[in-house]
């Protein structure tokens, strides 16, 4: 025993003697070690408890929108969101809404989230992972976005709009949402053309629309088809389709603006004047419309879903051609295509 205090004795004093006789400036691995205003190292100073952010900022984003993490830049009265301005999209700070979270939301033209962000019309929570969303919504990449941040998914119940109560379980009615139906409780009982910020801020039989960048209760109505049988219901009023099945109640412009008329062109020309314009068929003829990003080969849906230069006909994007040119020199393949025509169009698409 003597003998083990006698070398702890002699170490503890070795180490004094060589702490004195060292330059404090570098440690033992010769490496500089960083002191503070008081002379101690950054090791030995206390910063308080550990922010306790879980996730790193997304890529190119100016700050952190995870939960428990800062978000770094912003001003007071601002959040950190996605912003987008036109086709550039990011990560960054913004003036905080007035929408809560699950209510209808306008990412570009407003009413915008009180916090979290605005994701196919619905506000919704950042997470990390899905017990940062609750109920049965699942956290997810936010796709579209730089860095793609990680998004609460929506919680969603099947249940009736045009049967609120029947629907649901007690206490609780039906109500659209811009991703779907769910269950709710009711937390206020808004009518007709009543301001709202959530779903439930309306009375059963209503849904929470945005309509002209305003948020209002618009009694919920059946379609048909393309076929409205929303008259009766919306007397005095006009018909807003939400699905294929479902329209609300909103009211009608005062003095309506006839639309616009669409210019015609030349499909083969491709004679369009505004640059994200391209000339397409139509069941009306030929007309300018904004141009689409499908290739020829792609599926489509839209007469405007492909590129220019290219049509969608039976689901597909074709390339236009010219019936009159034998060539078909518009065709890849050239003489070995067939150049169809297309209905109502100087044009036709290469079936090759």
């Known amino acids: 025993m003597k003998q083990f205090i006698v070398l702890v004795v002699v170490a503890a004093l070795s180490q004094a003697c060589s702490s004195s006789g060292t330059d404090n400036s570098s440690d033992d691995s010769g490496s500089p070690s960083v002191e503070t205003d008081g002379g101690a190292p950054d090791s030995m100073v206390d910063t308080g ?142 009518q007709q053309n009543t301001a709202c910020s959530c779903p439930n801020c309306c009375s059963p039989g209503f849904a929470c629309v945005v309509h002209e960048s305003n948020q209002i209760c618009a009694q919920v109505c059946a379609f048909e088809g393309e076929t409205s049988l929303c008259n009766d219901v919306c007397s005095g009023l006009m018909t807003k389709k939400l699905e294929d099945n479902l329209g609300v109640c909103v009211p009608a412009p005062d003095n309506p603006d006839p639309p616009p008329e669409v210019p015609s062109c030349d499909i083969v020309e491709q004679d369009c004047e505004g640059v994200a314009q391209a000339c397409y068929s139509t069941n009306k003829g030929d007309v300018c419309l904004v141009k689409g990003n499908k290739a020829a080969g792609d599926s489509c849906e839209n007469a405007n879903d492909c590129v220019k230069g290219v049509t969608c006909f039976a689901g597909k994007c074709y390339t236009v051609c010219d019936p009159a040119d034998q060539s078909n020199a518009l065709c890849e393949t050239g003489f070995n295509a067939k150049c169809t025509p297309l209905s109502n169009s100087v044009g036709g698409f290469c079936d090759e």
């Open 49 to 190: 408890p550990p922010i306790q952010c879980q996730f790193q900022k997304p890529i190119g984003a100016s700050c952190n929108p995870y939960p428990q993490c800062p978000s770094s830049g912003c001003a007071s009265g601002d959040m950190c969101t996605v912003v987008v301005n036109g086709d550039i999209v990011r990560v960054k700070c913004h003036e905080a809404g007035t929408v809560s979270m699950g209510g209808s939301c306008d990412h570009e033209e407003g009413p915008f989230c009180a916090s979290g962000v605005c994701v196919d019309g619905e506000c919704r929570s950042f997470c990390v992972d899905s017990p940062d969303c609750g109920g049965t919504a699942a956290c997810g990449p936010m796709k579209g976005v730089p860095g793609t941040p990680n998004v609460c998914g929506p919680t969603m119940q099947d249940c009736d709009p045009l049967d609120p109560i029947g629907s649901c379980v007690l206490g609780t009615a039906c109500y659209w949402q811009n991703t779907g139906t769910d269950c709710l409780e009711v937390q206020q009982a808004g």
